[in-house]
């Protein structure tokens, strides 16, 4: 019998090494990372799709932002021939169509000549004296397409825009652009900025910073497992469990051509966490059993550790699993990767720990008890006498959590969202130094696109239709926030004024309709029309108005997005119809999807795991019971969020799916060890200090290698990295203290398992 069990337990262990080496072989075969950020969201949401429509009516994209500095101003030969130069560096780029570079050298002048409208280029050769640099100063200061947009007021930064597709930024390219702005620096200081240079730079810094953190991770949880279990037998096949399990699941999602994104990189820390939690149970029953049976056999230790855990360990191994399954229900495509595949990664741990470790103890022996640990005397130890305190005072801890909910409460009103990207780097940061800069003489890098829609053909050319886009850019202009606007009526302005011997008074939208559309057919035969079709459709029945944001955090976008819609009531007595666009728009929705998946998660997965509860302990009480430490974890962390000023991001999110996954563990165990202990003994206070020095020993060694396993993120070099680090690990503090306080009191006060006697 000893033999076939031996050969059963090598049998296991090389199953496991050969789906690891399949695993292996997918990752290293398959496994891609999908860095743009589009791809993060849902493109059959109307939103996304009316969006994607606007981009190609009016190719609307986001544009790779270069300033050039001379502190002594630019309008100098040496820095406009940087401008010249760099501007036909860039439009020889394979990744950057011509026409989509934007800079003083390419934009257009319009001006009059001759009774009729002309369009010129400010210059195509580099001025050569002061007449002609003050002409061409003369020129850009007269113009306010160009003034304030391309030039800064102060004439001291000029800047160069390259629009380029979502699918075009890598990191090869971003390397190119960096290595030609480093080119033409000195006296000039070269800037370079943009969203695709947030976005593509975070999508590449976040999966290679979490990279550097799991050998971190790995190494603290090493160390605390080998404090907590005094075993490196035990510690090396707990550790094995998380990190086959890890393998396991980047390999199911290779094999499965799923793409790795920023959120699922945090997969490998979760599972490493999470995944120990069964390893500590089941080595920590045992350590137990043998301290209570010094002879006992192998066979008769793991009989006894699989008899007598295996069903909590399954229990919270499903629990958990259902917290990450219920992010299904959001829209966002790598939250619901994340969730899946988080709950693969639960579920191989589970079976791992299950088989492989029965399999390595039977194979390699049971775990030397350390003799410092002394005879075994329960009665004599610490986890009976905070048993005692907390008993002693229930009704103190019961008043205390809920002037502790009654804070969180007013915390969680407090919650606000947040869609910024660069909130994500720190304020120091070079990325958000250039980003200030360019924010602080310029518009902004952030877009918000405004897209009209009218019944009839040359909607745009009436007056009244104009004028009310202008007033809308106005109104929306005097929050802090918008720094610039720019749409059809800003071409029709500078035509009127120019036709007009560039008097001041006729800088207006003319009355006669007539005229308008005379100025734009004069413009459409003088000058490049595609900058015209940036801000109309050719039929002159959609617009699209660009507003500029110095902030692409949701606050701003939202305010903006308000004031614009103030204007929804005059725009369809004009028959005309508003709707948003562009990646600042797409970023706010993206969030708000987030959250709205978050809360349905949330509601999704308390439920679930009430019901599931109760249907384990045949009890609905023990299933609300249960689910009091997670509600109060999820209560006190959004509570913190709110008080601390901690937005609600992408990162931040996924907090409460955390904290119900792993923080259910505790209050299954303990619940299920007081079940046994009741049983057993038919004593009310025995029972309590048993399962106290039993299951909350255990959930206690959990917390703290949980606890220290995410404080590793606190070395993050993103701060909401650092913040989801801190506030997991205040969860899992707070699950557990939740769980041996308010949860214990109430179960003994409400006498479950016993009647009011205190006996069975």
Same mark, same amino acid.
Do not use: C
């Given at each position: 019998?000893?033999?076939?069990l031996l050969?059963?337990?090598?049998?296991?262990?090389v199953i496991?090494l050969?789906?690891?080496a399949?695993a292996f072989v997918?990752v290293?075969k398959?496994?891609?990372?999908e860095?743009?950020?589009?791809?993060?969201m849902p493109?059959n949401?109307?939103?996304f799709i009316?969006?994607?429509?606007?981009e190609?009516?009016?190719?609307?994209?986001d544009a790779i932002?270069?300033?050039v500095e001379n502190?002594?101003?630019?309008f100098?030969?040496?820095?406009?021939?940087?401008?010249?130069?760099?501007t036909k560096?860039?439009?020889?780029?394979?990744?950057?169509?011509?026409?989509?570079?934007?800079?003083?050298y390419?934009a257009d002048?319009?001006v009059?000549s001759?009774?009729?409208?002309?369009?010129?280029?400010f210059?195509?050769?580099i001025?050569?004296n002061?007449?002609?640099?003050?002409?061409l100063?003369?020129e850009v200061?007269?113009?306010e397409?160009?003034f304030g947009r391309?030039v800064s007021?102060d004439?001291?930064?000029?800047i160069?825009l390259?629009?380029?597709?979502?699918?075009?930024f890598?990191?090869?390219?971003?390397k190119k652009?960096l290595k030609?702005?480093?080119q033409y620096?000195?006296?000039?200081?070269?800037?370079?900025a943009?969203?695709?240079?947030v976005?593509?730079?975070?999508a590449y810094?976040m999966p290679?910073?979490?990279?550097?953190? =799991?050998p971190? !991770?790995?190494?603290?949880i090493?160390? @605390?497992l080998?404090l907590? $279990?005094? %075993?490196?037998k035990?510690? +090396?096949?707990?550790?094995m469990?998380?990190?086959?399990s890890?393998v396991w699941?980047?390999g199911l999602?290779?094999?499965?051509?799923?793409?790795?994104?920023?959120?699922?990189?945090?997969i490998p820390?979760m599972l490493?966490a999470?995944?120990v939690?069964?390893?500590i149970?089941?080595?920590?029953?045992?350590?137990?059993f043998l301290?209570?049976?010094p002879?006992?056999?192998?066979?008769e230790g793991?009989?006894d550790?699989?008899?007598?855990?295996?069903?909590?360990?399954?229990?919270?191994?499903?629990?958990?699993m259902?917290?990450? =399954?219920?992010l !299904?229900?959001?829209?966002?495509y790598? @939250?619901?990767y994340f969730? $899946?595949f %988080?709950?693969?990664g639960? +579920?191989?741990?589970?079976l791992?720990?299950?088989g492989m470790?029965?399999a390595?103890?039977y194979v390699?022996g049971l775990?030397?008890i350390r003799k410092?640990e002394?005879?075994?005397?329960?009665?004599?130890s610490?986890?009976?006498?905070i048993?005692?305190?907390i008993?002693?005072?229930?009704?103190?801890v019961?008043i205390?959590?809920a002037?502790?909910?009654a804070?969180?409460?007013?915390g969680?009103?407090?919650?606000?969202i947040?869609s910024?990207f660069l909130?994500?780097?720190e304020?120091d940061?070079?990325?958000?130094?250039t980003?200030?800069?360019i924010?602080?003489?310029?518009?902004?890098?952030?877009?918000l696109?405004v897209?009209l829609?009218?019944k009839?053909?040359d909607t745009m050319k009436?007056p009244e239709v104009?004028k009310?886009?202008?007033?809308m850019?106005?109104?929306a202009?005097k929050?802090?926030?918008?720094g610039?606007?720019?749409s059809?009526?800003d071409?029709?302005?500078?035509m009127?004024?120019?036709m007009?011997a560039?008097?001041k008074?006729?800088?207006t939208i003319?009355d006669d309709?007539?005229l308008?559309?005379?100025y734009?057919?004069?413009?459409?035969?003088?000058g490049?029309?595609e900058?015209?079709?940036?801000v109309?459709?050719y039929?002159y029945?959609?617009a699209?108005?660009?507003?500029q944001?110095k902030s692409d955090?949701s606050?701003?976008l939202?305010?903006a997005?308000?004031?614009i819609?103030?204007?929804?009531?005059?725009?369809?007595?004009?028959?005309?119809?508003i709707h948003?666009?562009g990646?600042g728009y797409k970023a706010l929705?993206f969030?708000d999807l987030?959250l709205?998946?978050?809360?349905k998660s949330?509601?999704?997965?308390?439920l679930?795991?009430?019901?599931l509860l109760?249907?384990?302990?045949k009890?609905l009480?023990?299933?609300?019971?249960?689910?009091?430490?997670?509600t109060i974890?999820?209560?006190?962390?959004f509570?913190?969020m709110?008080l601390?000023?901690i937005?609600?991001s992408?990162t931040?999110?996924?907090?409460?799916s955390i904290a119900i996954?792993?923080g259910?563990?505790?209050?299954i165990h303990?619940?299920?060890?007081?079940?046994?202990y009741?049983?057993?003994?038919?004593d009310?206070?025995?029972?309590?200090r048993l399962?106290?020095?039993?299951?909350g020993r255990?959930?206690?060694?959990n917390a703290?290698?949980?606890?220290?396993?995410?404080m590793?993120l606190?070395?993050s070099v993103f701060?909401p990295?650092r913040?989801?680090?801190?506030?997991v690990?205040m969860?899992?503090?707070v699950s557990?203290?939740?769980?041996?306080?308010?949860?214990?009191?109430?179960?003994?006060?409400k006498n479950?398992?016993?009647?009011?006697?205190?006996?069975a």
């Open positions: 019998m000893k033999r076939n050969k059963f337990s090598w049998l296991v262990l496991v050969l789906i690891t399949l997918s290293k398959n496994s891609r990372m860095t743009n950020l589009d791809k993060y493109q949401h109307p939103a009316y969006s994607n429509q606007a190609k009516w009016f190719n609307i994209k932002v270069i300033a502190k002594e101003g630019i100098n030969p040496s820095t406009l021939k940087k401008i010249k130069d760099l560096k860039l439009q020889k780029m394979r990744e950057i169509k011509k026409e989509d570079v934007t800079s003083l390419t002048n319009i009059a001759e009774g009729s409208l002309d369009v010129k280029k210059y195509k050769r001025p050569g002061k007449e002609e640099l003050e002409k100063r003369k200061e007269d113009n397409m160009v391309l007021k004439e001291t930064v000029a160069i390259a629009r380029i597709d979502d699918d075009t890598n990191q090869n390219f971003y652009i030609l702005a480093r620096e000195g006296p000039e200081k070269i800037y370079v943009g969203r695709p240079i976005e593509g730079t975070l810094l290679k910073d979490m990279k550097r953190m =799991v971190i !991770v790995i190494l603290v090493v160390v @605390v080998m907590v $279990l005094g %075993s490196l035990n510690t +090396f096949f707990t550790l469990v998380v990190l086959l890890t699941t980047f999602m290779a094999a499965l051509h799923v793409p790795i994104y920023a959120v699922t990189t945090m820390v490493i999470i995944g939690a069964y390893g149970h089941l080595y920590t029953h045992l350590t137990l301290k209570e049976n002879g006992a056999s192998r066979e793991i009989e550790m699989l008899t007598q855990m295996w069903k909590p360990v399954l229990m919270t191994a499903v629990t958990t259902v917290g990450f =399954v219920s !299904v229900t959001s829209q966002v790598p @939250v619901k969730g $899946l %988080s709950a693969f639960v +579920f191989v741990a589970l791992l720990s299950l470790i029965p390595a103890i390699f775990p030397k410092k002394g005879p075994h005397r329960p009665e004599e610490f986890y009976y006498r048993t005692d305190k008993i002693g005072g229930r009704y103190i019961v205390a959590t002037l502790l909910l804070v969180s409460f007013y969680i009103s407090r919650v606000w947040s910024s909130a994500k780097f304020k940061s070079e990325i958000r130094k980003d200030r800069f924010n602080q003489h310029f518009g902004g890098t952030t877009t696109n897209i829609e009218g009839e053909e009436r104009l009310t886009i202008l007033e850019q106005r109104e202009e929050l802090p926030m918008v610039n606007s720019f059809l009526g071409f029709v302005k500078r009127n004024k120019v007009h560039d008097k008074e006729y800088e003319p309709k007539n308008i559309a005379q734009l057919l004069l413009y459409e035969m003088s490049d029309p900058n015209l079709w940036r109309v459709d039929k029945k959609k699209n108005v660009t507003f944001l955090d606050k701003a939202k305010e997005i308000k004031v819609n103030g204007f929804k009531d005059k725009f369809k007595k004009l028959g005309i119809e948003f666009a990646s929705v969030t987030l709205e998946g978050q809360i949330l509601l999704l997965s308390l679930i795991v009430v019901v109760t249907i384990m302990f009890k009480s023990i299933g609300l019971i249960g689910s009091i430490p997670i974890t999820t209560a006190v962390t509570g913190v709110g601390l000023n937005p609600l992408s931040t999110a996924l907090i409460s996954g792993i259910i563990d505790y209050a303990f619940i299920d060890r007081y079940r046994i009741a049983h057993q003994t038919g009310k206070l025995l029972t309590s399962t106290m020095y039993h299951s255990a959930i206690f060694y703290l290698v949980v606890i220290a396993g995410f590793v606190i070395f701060p990295n913040t989801l680090g801190a506030l690990s969860n899992m503090m557990f203290l939740g769980t041996i306080t308010i949860m214990f009191a109430i179960l003994y006060m479950t398992y016993f009647k009011k006697g205190g006996k």
